[in-house]
């Protein structure tokens, strides 16, 4: 009899389990609105897109992804989150999902996406943050353009780099953890680029947003930054090392809350986000690293870059790494 229960039991929460999966596109428009909440910047294009194509309207609201868990969790515990989509880095979405934020959803648009991308019944990754050095063309020679991550341990380089607070920057502080576990051979090797980097001074910024401004105006001339500023600070005199190393991120992921109050908007605007019409104004318009097959920011040689995800660090990884980072960049 027990087991009887358990089969029915699996049975009605797979029937419930479809049901929740299922898309009614008369229902997500009688519903008007998906409210889309996001630490990614420049989608307005894909707003009006959604609006244009569906008659359903996107409402989008950005939150860096300091605050998101906070501003989220407090709204959702308060029974007021207006969510009906999130979009943030694997690991917001992943703690989001340990506490019950997000339902299960899966698109049949990322039918396409290669399977290491599906995370779980509810999260789905869309993009890599990719980070890259990118430089001044006008300034630095094609001769002296690095073409490895070690290049910027070279002396020449003193005074005349940009990068993000290696301390307290969680991104930068797990891109350089990835670069240790990723790319260089040894322990070693990674400390004495890291050594290399710190003796050349660099100016540190709040985050990858301030990088690419020094650069552009000759005041520093290179930053460990993000390549899509080619295309959203152009006619900026911007270009992007091409190392022979892969270029490392954070993956950027997508999903439904569970609570969310139009339920099929919601599915409707994943649907949208994860199509290739979607994905590749996100690549042509922003720049943006994603993952729908064969869609590729228009940046000179970047379809033929290795791009890796890196590895989520926990809150207490970034802060062991922070502490470090800082005392090896002396950073006040």
Known sequence: MKRLVVVIAILLCSVLSAQAAELDPAKAKAEGTAT??????????????????????????RISTSKF???????????????DVVQAPLPVL???KSKGVLASYSSPAAAGYADWTRKDDAIQLFGIEYVGLIYNKELVKAADVPKRYEDLADPKWKDKIVMANPANHATTISWLVGLKETVF????????FLKGLAANKPMFVASFGPTPAPVESGEKLIAISMPKYIITKAPAPLDWARVEQPLLGTPRAIA???KAPHPNAARLFVDYWLSEKAMGILAKDVGEYVLAPGVYPPIDGMDKATVMPIRDLSDEEIRKWGDQF?????VQ
């Open 256 to 258: 439904v809350t569970s």
């Open 69 to 83: 868990i906070a501003t989220v969790l407090t709204e959702f515990e308060a029974g007021k989150l207006m969510a």
């Open 185 to 192: 051979a040894s322990e070693e090797e990674w400390m004495s």
């Open 36 to 61: 889309f909440y996001a630490n990614i910047t420049a989608v307005e294009p894909i707003m009006e897109g959604f609006e244009a194509d569906t008659g359903v309207k996107g409402a989008y609201t």
């Open 326 to 330: 800082k005392a090896i960049f002396d």
């Open 94 to 96: 992943e703690i989001l």
